[in-house]
């Protein structure tokens, strides 16, 4: 019987992190149905870029659907049915498979690319600029407050 975790405490004290909740349940629920096809790795380029590596040999381009809906990216690959083929050992698994990986915030899939039977996708963390970190330099012109009032044009006009 395997332990759960308890989230409740993480639901009474915060707002807005509800799919940051919903994956951590997902990711300590036992899921009987997970595959380990096809095989994949994640790699960090640099500090903003990453990749996602699939082994899809077998598989064409045009059998395979790459999506992104609600922070999560999906890859399926669905064979067609090619020509009846007669194996004596059939050893290269080219079933159909789904596999999802969810995306942080302001990560974008940037284009996918196959070669030699791997696919990668490229993925960037853009943080917009409203949200990046800002310098705010002493003296730099700007109106502050005198004597618990505000210095605007809005005050102004309305003394």
Do not use: Q
């Not at 790699?43 to 082994?55: G, P, V």
């Amino acid at each position: 019987m395997m332990n759960t975790i308890d989230l409740t405490p993480l639901y009474r004290n915060t707002i807005g992190f509800d799919r940051l909740a919903a994956m951590l349940d997902n990711a300590f629920a036992v899921d009987t149905s997970a595959h380990t096809y096809p095989p994949y790795n994640i790699e960090s380029l640099d500090d903003n870029r990453y990749a996602i590596t699939l082994a899809v040999a077998g598989f064409e381009e045009s059998e395979l659907d790459i999506r992104v809906e609600k922070g999560v990216l999906t890859i399926s690959g669905k064979k067609t049915d090619g020509e009846d083929r007669k194996y004596l050992h059939h050893g290269i698994a080219n079933r159909a498979f789904e596999r999802k990986f969810n995306l942080a915030d302001f990560v974008e899939v940037t284009g996918a690319e196959m070669h030699n039977g791997l696919l990668t996708i490229g993925l960037v963390k853009e943080i917009p600029e409203a949200m990046k970190p800002k310098k705010i330099t002493i003296g730099s012109g700007a109106k502050v407050l005198e004597h618990g009032k505000a210095d605007s044009a809005e005050d102004s006009a309305a003394a």
